[in-house]
């Protein structure tokens, strides 16, 4: 890979460089339970998943839950997860996909819809905070889009990282939603909370592994 100092990788975090599907199933099926929801498999949360979560929940109760209902569901899930992420680890690959970026002069960035206070600390005890120029997780409420929160992220950035030579990688439409935003590239991979047939429906490019999605973003962000 040449050199090409002005490419720039915003990664996900949860489903993306986290790989966290268990705990993240096994929380969403206790937060059904709270409700007396049957649990979920897999396949069935990549096909109905999306942002804002509480449509994600509509998608499977029928309504849209109630106040009460989702500060319920929402905390029993993150009460959970932060149970059994304890078990999780990074994808495979993720710290030579890292290395490689940076050593090819490229810079990188997390932006992450987890909590920042959560997020910033998991990072560092993976050792692989040094590849970042910056951290950030989400700010507020839980549920909501990333759009805003990427446009947040890119304005730390201003004048070091250029959006049209800006790739975010990610594993929900929900990325590639915000990377359009604020007029940077995407490619979704389809080891995360999504299924191949919801991610391609979003038009950007979609791979089965991080390494192809780390050879697609070289290839967008030269490009510009």
């Keep these: ?17 986290f790989h966290d599907v268990d705990a993240v199933i096994g ?27 509480p449509r994600f929940y509509e998608r499977l109760m029928g309504r849209l839950p109630s106040q009460a209902e989702w500060e319920v569901m929402d905390a029993v899930f993150h ?7 304890v078990r999780c680890g990074l994808a495979d690959g993720v710290e030579d996909l ?3 970026w940076a050593a090819a002069g490229r810079s990188q960035s997390i932006l992450s819809m987890y909590g920042h206070e959560e997020l910033v600390p ?9 590849h970042f120029i910056r951290v950030d997780g989400r700010t507020g409420p839980s549920g909501g889009s990333k ?3 990427m446009v947040r992220h890119l304005d730390a950035l201003r004048g070091t990282v250029d959006p049209r030579r800006t790739v975010v990688i990610g594993d929900a439409a929900d990325d590639a939603l915000a990377a359009l935003h604020v ?10 909370s999504h299924g191949r047939p919801g991610l391609e429906a979003v038009g950007v ?16 962000a030269v490009s510009g």
């Excluded at 009460?79 to 992420?85: C, I, Q």
């Excluded at 007029?183 to 995360?192: D, E, P, Q, S, Y």
């Excluded at 490019?205 to 967008?220: F, G, I, Q």
């Design 27 to 53: 929380a969403t099926n206790a937060a059904f339970a709270e409700l007396g929801l049957a649990p979920i498999t897999l396949e069935r949360y990549r096909e109905l998943y999306c942002v804002p979560v």
């Design 183 to 192: 007029g940077a590239h995407a490619v979704l991979w389809t080891g995360g």
């Design 98 to 100: 890292l290395t490689g």
């Design 122 to 130: 998991l990072v560092q005890d993976f050792g692989i905070s040094s």
């Design 1 to 17: 890979m040449g050199t090409h100092t002005d490419a720039h990788i915003v990664w996900d975090w949860n489903g993306t460089l």
């Design 147 to 149: 759009a805003e929160h």
């Design 79 to 85: 009460r959970h997860y932060t149970e059994h992420r």
């Design 205 to 220: 490019p979609v791979v089965d592994s991080l390494s192809e999605a780390v050879a697609e973003a070289e290839r967008l």
